[in-house]
Protein backbone atom coordinates (compact mmCIF):
# COMPACT_ATOMS: atom_id res chain seq x y z
CA UNK A 1 0.00 0.00 0.00
CA UNK A 2 1.26 3.35 -1.00
CA UNK A 3 0.15 6.35 1.56
CA UNK A 4 -0.11 10.18 1.47
CA UNK A 5 2.75 11.59 3.15
CA UNK A 6 1.49 13.25 6.17
CA UNK A 7 2.09 17.65 7.54
CA UNK A 8 2.21 19.48 10.14
CA UNK A 9 1.56 22.71 8.35
CA UNK A 10 1.35 24.03 4.69
CA UNK A 11 4.15 23.30 2.60
CA UNK A 12 5.70 26.04 0.52
CA UNK A 13 9.27 25.40 -0.89
CA UNK A 14 8.06 24.02 -4.17
CA UNK A 15 5.50 21.52 -5.52
CA UNK A 16 4.85 18.35 -3.57
CA UNK A 17 3.75 15.20 -4.50
CA UNK A 18 1.17 13.56 -2.31
CA UNK A 19 1.48 9.77 -3.33
CA UNK A 20 -2.03 9.49 -2.76
CA UNK A 21 -1.80 11.05 -6.77
CA UNK A 22 1.34 8.93 -7.97
CA UNK A 23 0.53 5.96 -9.54
CA UNK A 24 3.59 3.45 -9.33
CA UNK A 25 4.58 2.15 -12.54
CA UNK A 26 6.04 -0.72 -13.63
CA UNK A 27 9.19 -0.37 -13.24
CA UNK A 28 9.58 1.26 -9.87
CA UNK A 29 10.92 -0.84 -6.99
CA UNK A 30 10.23 1.59 -3.97
CA UNK A 31 7.17 3.07 -2.56
CA UNK A 32 7.53 6.85 -2.45
CA UNK A 33 5.81 8.36 0.50
CA UNK A 34 7.30 11.87 -0.02
CA UNK A 35 9.03 13.85 -3.19
CA UNK A 36 9.95 17.73 -3.86
CA UNK A 37 12.84 19.29 -5.36
CA UNK A 38 14.78 18.55 -2.45
CA UNK A 39 14.12 15.27 -1.05
CA UNK A 40 12.96 12.13 -1.58
CA UNK A 41 11.60 9.23 1.04
CA UNK A 42 11.02 5.91 0.43
CA UNK A 43 9.50 3.12 2.19
CA UNK A 44 12.29 0.64 2.51
CA UNK A 45 11.77 -3.13 2.26
CA UNK A 46 13.79 -5.45 4.95
CA UNK A 47 16.27 -7.29 3.69
CA UNK A 48 18.22 -5.22 1.11
CA UNK A 49 21.70 -2.90 1.70
CA UNK A 50 21.76 0.44 1.25
CA UNK A 51 24.65 0.40 -1.03
CA UNK A 52 27.70 -1.53 -2.20
CA UNK A 53 30.28 -2.72 0.59
CA UNK A 54 33.35 -4.51 0.44
CA UNK A 55 31.95 -6.93 3.42
CA UNK A 56 28.51 -7.92 1.60
CA UNK A 57 28.44 -10.06 -2.10
CA UNK A 58 25.29 -8.42 -2.73
CA UNK A 59 24.58 -6.67 -5.97
CA UNK A 60 21.45 -4.90 -5.51
CA UNK A 61 21.43 -1.73 -3.30
CA UNK A 62 18.69 1.07 -2.26
CA UNK A 63 20.80 4.13 -3.35
CA UNK A 64 21.23 2.44 -6.83
CA UNK A 65 17.75 1.09 -7.56
CA UNK A 66 16.25 4.42 -6.34
CA UNK A 67 18.65 6.02 -8.69
CA UNK A 68 17.83 4.29 -11.58
CA UNK A 69 13.62 4.55 -10.73
CA UNK A 70 13.91 8.29 -10.20
CA UNK A 71 16.58 8.23 -13.20
CA UNK A 72 18.56 11.08 -11.00
CA UNK A 73 21.13 10.47 -8.54
CA UNK A 74 20.39 10.63 -4.57
CA UNK A 75 22.29 11.48 -1.44
CA UNK A 76 21.26 9.30 1.51
CA UNK A 77 20.72 11.56 4.61
CA UNK A 78 21.11 8.23 7.21
CA UNK A 79 20.60 5.29 6.78
CA UNK A 80 18.59 1.50 7.94
CA UNK A 81 19.89 -1.55 8.73
CA UNK A 82 19.70 -4.09 5.92
CA UNK A 83 17.05 -5.90 8.18
CA UNK A 84 14.85 -3.00 9.12
CA UNK A 85 12.23 -1.46 6.74
CA UNK A 86 10.85 1.98 6.88
CA UNK A 87 11.08 5.31 6.27
CA UNK A 88 14.12 6.58 4.53
CA UNK A 89 15.39 9.69 3.46
CA UNK A 90 17.78 10.68 0.38
CA UNK A 91 18.47 14.30 -0.50
CA UNK A 92 18.21 15.06 -4.37
CA UNK A 93 21.24 17.28 -4.62
CA UNK A 94 24.33 17.07 -2.42
CA UNK A 95 23.47 19.94 -0.70
CA UNK A 96 20.23 19.30 0.50
CA UNK A 97 21.12 16.09 1.94
CA UNK A 98 23.82 18.43 3.79
CA UNK A 99 21.53 20.50 5.05
CA UNK A 100 18.95 17.58 6.78
CA UNK A 101 22.14 15.99 7.41
CA UNK A 102 22.93 18.92 10.00
CA UNK A 103 19.67 18.28 11.78
CA UNK A 104 19.92 14.38 12.10
CA UNK A 105 23.33 15.23 13.70
CA UNK A 106 22.15 18.01 16.20
CA UNK A 107 19.22 15.33 17.11
CA UNK A 108 16.39 17.40 15.73
CA UNK A 109 14.83 14.80 13.32
CA UNK A 110 12.54 13.14 15.11
CA UNK A 111 12.71 9.22 14.49
CA UNK A 112 9.70 6.87 15.52
CA UNK A 113 10.12 2.92 15.07
CA UNK A 114 7.86 -0.33 15.43
CA UNK A 115 9.31 -3.02 16.86
CA UNK A 116 8.19 -6.61 18.23
CA UNK A 117 10.52 -7.94 21.18
CA UNK A 118 10.60 -11.24 23.69
CA UNK A 119 8.81 -10.87 26.71
CA UNK A 120 6.18 -7.93 28.29
CA UNK A 121 8.37 -5.09 28.50
CA UNK A 122 7.54 -1.90 31.28
CA UNK A 123 4.89 0.69 29.60
CA UNK A 124 6.94 2.82 29.39
CA UNK A 125 10.68 3.79 29.47
CA UNK A 126 14.16 5.12 28.61
CA UNK A 127 17.05 2.59 28.13
CA UNK A 128 20.50 4.80 28.75
CA UNK A 129 22.59 2.43 28.06
CA UNK A 130 26.83 3.83 26.34
CA UNK A 131 27.56 1.62 23.21
CA UNK A 132 30.28 1.31 20.91
CA UNK A 133 30.35 3.20 17.69
CA UNK A 134 32.70 1.64 15.61
CA UNK A 135 31.82 3.87 12.71
CA UNK A 136 33.57 7.07 14.71
CA UNK A 137 36.18 4.46 16.62
CA UNK A 138 35.59 6.74 19.83
CA UNK A 139 35.16 3.84 21.94
CA UNK A 140 31.57 3.61 23.54
CA UNK A 141 29.61 6.46 23.37
CA UNK A 142 26.34 7.68 25.06
CA UNK A 143 23.33 6.38 23.92
CA UNK A 144 19.56 7.18 24.68
CA UNK A 145 16.35 5.39 23.89
CA UNK A 146 12.81 6.19 24.67
CA UNK A 147 10.30 3.81 24.19
CA UNK A 148 6.19 3.36 24.85
CA UNK A 149 4.43 -0.11 25.20
CA UNK A 150 1.94 -0.31 22.67
CA UNK A 151 0.49 -3.80 23.54
CA UNK A 152 0.98 -7.17 25.24
CA UNK A 153 0.12 -10.95 23.89
CA UNK A 154 0.54 -14.23 25.01
CA UNK A 155 -0.07 -17.38 23.05
CA UNK A 156 0.10 -20.52 23.26
CA UNK A 157 3.57 -22.02 22.37
CA UNK A 158 6.08 -23.15 24.09
CA UNK A 159 9.12 -21.61 22.81
CA UNK A 160 11.62 -21.79 25.95
CA UNK A 161 12.01 -24.58 28.63
CA UNK A 162 10.20 -23.08 31.76
CA UNK A 163 6.79 -21.91 30.17
CA UNK A 164 3.97 -23.15 27.90
CA UNK A 165 3.36 -20.11 26.66
CA UNK A 166 5.14 -17.01 25.16
CA UNK A 167 4.77 -13.29 26.03
CA UNK A 168 5.39 -10.57 23.32
CA UNK A 169 5.32 -6.77 23.45
CA UNK A 170 4.92 -4.55 20.54
CA UNK A 171 6.72 -1.54 21.19
CA UNK A 172 7.26 2.13 19.61
CA UNK A 173 11.03 3.36 20.32
CA UNK A 174 12.07 7.15 19.27
CA UNK A 175 16.23 7.84 19.54
CA UNK A 176 17.74 10.45 21.15
CA UNK A 177 20.87 9.17 20.21
CA UNK A 178 21.95 7.33 16.52
CA UNK A 179 23.96 4.68 17.57
CA UNK A 180 25.10 1.86 15.33
CA UNK A 181 21.88 -1.30 16.03
CA UNK A 182 20.88 1.17 19.21
CA UNK A 183 17.81 -0.12 19.29
CA UNK A 184 18.60 -3.38 18.51
CA UNK A 185 21.06 -3.48 21.32
CA UNK A 186 19.56 -1.57 24.03
CA UNK A 187 15.89 -3.85 23.71
CA UNK A 188 18.49 -6.88 24.18
CA UNK A 189 20.38 -5.25 27.06
CA UNK A 190 16.89 -4.74 29.05
CA UNK A 191 16.24 -8.18 28.30
CA UNK A 192 13.54 -7.56 25.80
CA UNK A 193 15.30 -8.25 22.20
CA UNK A 194 13.60 -7.77 18.97
CA UNK A 195 12.56 -10.76 17.33
CA UNK A 196 14.45 -12.49 14.75
CA UNK A 197 17.40 -10.10 15.91
CA UNK A 198 20.37 -12.39 14.60
CA UNK A 199 22.94 -10.74 16.09
CA UNK A 200 21.64 -9.74 19.29
CA UNK A 201 18.31 -11.68 19.69
CA UNK A 202 17.27 -14.78 21.00
CA UNK A 203 18.19 -17.93 19.25
CA UNK A 204 15.62 -19.70 20.59
CA UNK A 205 13.03 -17.53 19.68
CA UNK A 206 14.54 -16.91 16.24
CA UNK A 207 14.51 -20.60 15.64
CA UNK A 208 10.85 -21.37 16.83
CA UNK A 209 9.69 -17.81 14.44
CA UNK A 210 11.56 -19.00 11.31
CA UNK A 211 10.49 -22.96 11.75
CA UNK A 212 7.42 -22.82 13.41
CA UNK A 213 5.83 -20.10 12.15
CA UNK A 214 7.66 -19.43 8.87
CA UNK A 215 8.60 -15.93 9.81
CA UNK A 216 12.40 -14.79 8.83
CA UNK A 217 12.43 -10.79 8.93
CA UNK A 218 13.80 -9.00 11.74
CA UNK A 219 10.50 -7.28 13.23
CA UNK A 220 11.66 -3.75 13.69
CA UNK A 221 10.35 -0.58 11.26
CA UNK A 222 11.59 2.56 10.78
CA UNK A 223 7.79 3.96 11.04
CA UNK A 224 7.74 8.14 11.07
CA UNK A 225 10.53 10.83 10.56
CA UNK A 226 9.59 14.57 11.35
CA UNK A 227 12.64 17.19 10.20
CA UNK A 228 11.95 20.72 9.58
CA UNK A 229 12.26 21.47 5.93
CA UNK A 230 15.53 23.27 5.58
CA UNK A 231 14.05 25.33 2.47
CA UNK A 232 10.86 26.16 3.73
CA UNK A 233 11.28 26.25 7.72
CA UNK A 234 7.67 24.08 7.49
CA UNK A 235 7.98 20.55 9.78
CA UNK A 236 7.11 17.76 7.77
CA UNK A 237 6.34 14.46 9.19
CA UNK A 238 6.53 10.94 7.02
CA UNK A 239 4.81 7.41 7.94
CA UNK A 240 5.59 4.22 6.27
CA UNK A 241 3.17 1.43 6.67
CA UNK A 242 4.58 -1.92 7.81
CA UNK A 243 5.18 -4.28 5.05
CA UNK A 244 3.19 -7.98 4.69
CA UNK A 245 5.65 -10.17 6.67
CA UNK A 246 5.44 -7.58 10.06
CA UNK A 247 1.86 -7.70 9.69
CA UNK A 248 1.73 -11.26 9.77
CA UNK A 249 4.01 -11.27 12.63
CA UNK A 250 1.51 -9.22 14.24
CA UNK A 251 -1.20 -11.58 13.35
CA UNK A 252 0.72 -14.72 14.56
CA UNK A 253 1.91 -13.04 18.07
CA UNK A 254 -1.70 -11.62 18.70
CA UNK A 255 -0.69 -7.74 18.41
CA UNK A 256 -2.47 -6.73 15.47
CA UNK A 257 -5.08 -5.07 17.75
CA UNK A 258 -2.19 -2.29 18.81
CA UNK A 259 -0.54 -1.21 15.71
CA UNK A 260 -2.34 2.43 15.09
CA UNK A 261 -4.44 2.46 12.19
CA UNK A 262 -2.11 4.39 9.75
CA UNK A 263 0.75 1.53 9.99
CA UNK A 264 -1.29 -0.83 8.81
CA UNK A 265 -0.40 -2.77 5.80
CA UNK A 266 -3.51 -3.47 3.50
Known amino acids: MIRPVTFAGSFMAGPTYPVACRLPVPHMHFSILFSDPYFVAINKPPGI??????ISEDNVFVVQLLRDQLGQRVYPVHRLDRATSGVLIFGK??????????????????????????GWTEESGTIDYALDDPD????????????????????DAAIGLRY???????????????RRHQIRKH???????VINDKRHGDVKQNTYFRNVFGLQ??????????????????????????DEAFAQALATTGLSAYLPEYFRFT
Request: charge should be positive.
Open 49 to 54: LMHRTR
Open 93 to 118: TPQAAGQLGEQVMDKSVEKKYLAIVR
Open 136 to 155: SGRGRLPAVTHYTRLGTSEI
Open 164 to 178: NTARFSLVEARLETG
Open 187 to 193: FAHILHP
Open 217 to 242: RMLLHASELVFRHPVSGETVCVQAVV
